[in-house]
């Protein structure tokens, strides 16, 4: 099996992850789950062999917050820790990955501006969205 699929994560207490299939520039999924069900998702693909990249949303690499209050900051910091939860795990696995900064990703969308770009008929949330954005129009031989 050729290795075509990208997937893109954003880490947070729901994880939101989305399957980008590079040869056919379509999305696969597009959803949310907890951190472990995720791992147990991309470790799947990587032992299908269907697995190409994982491409995921790093807060470590943002660098403004504005005026957040006390909670949102150490939500912020929650969702660090996941980024470096995972970047050990991509590493111990041996899974290829690349890490985007939040401002790199771009914007939210809504659900009506997301079915109107890609074209996904199920539903999603801002998790599931945020992911899928990060793996859209991507090619297998060029993961960064």
Request: glycine share 10%; aromatic share 8%; hydrophobic share 40%.
């Amino acid at each position: 099996m050729t290795r075509h699929m990208i997937v893109g994560l954003d880490p947070g207490v729901t994880t939101g992850l989305a399957v980008w299939d590079a040869q056919q520039q379509r999305l696969t999924a597009v959803e949310s789950m907890g951190i472990v069900a995720a791992m147990l998702r991309v470790q799947s693909m990587m032992s299908f062999g269907s697995l190409h990249s994982v491409v995921f949303e790093d807060a470590r690499l943002r660098a403004y917050f504005g005026n957040k209050g006390r909670e949102a900051l150490q939500g912020a910091g929650s969702i660090k820790r996941d980024c470096g939860i995972w970047v050990e795990w991509f590493e111990h696995v041996g899974c290829a990955y690349r890490a985007i900064s939040p401002r790199q990703k771009g914007a939210k969308l809504n659900a009506t501006q997301f079915q109107m770009l890609t074209l996904w008929e199920g539903r999603t949330n801002d998790h599931g969205r945020d992911a899928a954005l990060l793996v859209l129009g991507r090619t297998a031989c060029t993961p960064s």
